[in-house]
């Protein structure tokens, strides 16, 4: 039994789902009454629906039929401030399940995130000392809670205490696709810009505040959802492979570049505004990301990453413009 901590969230739904195509039983954690997020898996068949605050009942009942717990749930937004909740939910939570996975022989692959890298001035290798994620400055509560969980589980692998049988911790970067929809104003930009391009013919990106780069010329290492669902699923068929990996392209893309697939996938006339970055964001704003992904290479992962066009056009033709927009 696979078990999906966040399973009503963005990634956590697309997991669902292709685990459901693989005939594995699946237990899913979440707040599935959350008007939201119902959507998310309106379409699948759950044996199991558990809410977060019964999971260790649910695990101590079921210790030898779970074999895969995948740690997908937690406080995401990066304008998130309430740093006790947030310490509780993406830190002491996932300690907590960490010591029941390796109690219980049970394998654990969780969500990191690439917000640890903070301004990137550090390179956005996943190395995994304690000393190098120490060094790490996050620049919101969010990524220093996935930096601070990460460093304890550094400090476990540098003290030769007692793991899970396999874990994985994976550092996803600007991932895009369904069932995002619930996100509001942290949904990647694709839907954002479908909607604006919908409503009025026009995109809207952040002007440049840096003199290296150009209007619409910031960089992010955009992925798309179906990528970081094959890493998950080959991770849980290589109980052998266990660390911390990126889980990007290892290709940074301008916005530019994503703007004019939005456009060119609509069949539109490209039409882009440049605004003002907030004054309020605009001196923590990231100006370029790029995984590096030879950790994960290195590791046996050979599958190849979907191009950015290809995956704006998947997702604006098969979701968005569609009647269904749910996978």
Known sequence: MKVVTGAAGFIGSNLVAALEQTGDEIAVCDWLEDPAKMCNLAKR???HEIRPEKLFDFLGNYP????TVFL???ISSTT??????????NVELPIQIWNWCRDNDVRLIYASSAATYGDGSQGFVDNFSVE???SLRPLNAYGRSKNQFDNWVAKQISDGAATPPQWAG???FNVYGPNEYHKGEQMSLVPQLYEQIVEGGRARLFKSHHPKYKDGGQLRDFIWIGDC???MKWLDKHPNVSGLFNCGTGEARTFLDLAKSIFTAMGKEIVIDFIPTPKNIRGKYQYFTQASMENLKLSGYSEEFTKLEDGVTLYVSDYLMSEDRYV
Do not use: H
């Open 80 to 89: 998130a401030t309430n740093v006790p909740l947030i310490t509780k939910v």
């Open 64 to 67: 030898d039929q779970v074999d």
């Open 132 to 134: 190098e994620l120490r």
């Open 72 to 74: 997908l749930g937690a």
């Open 170 to 172: 994976l550092k996803f």
């Open 229 to 231: 669902i094959s890493v």
């Open 45 to 47: 068949t759950i044996s």
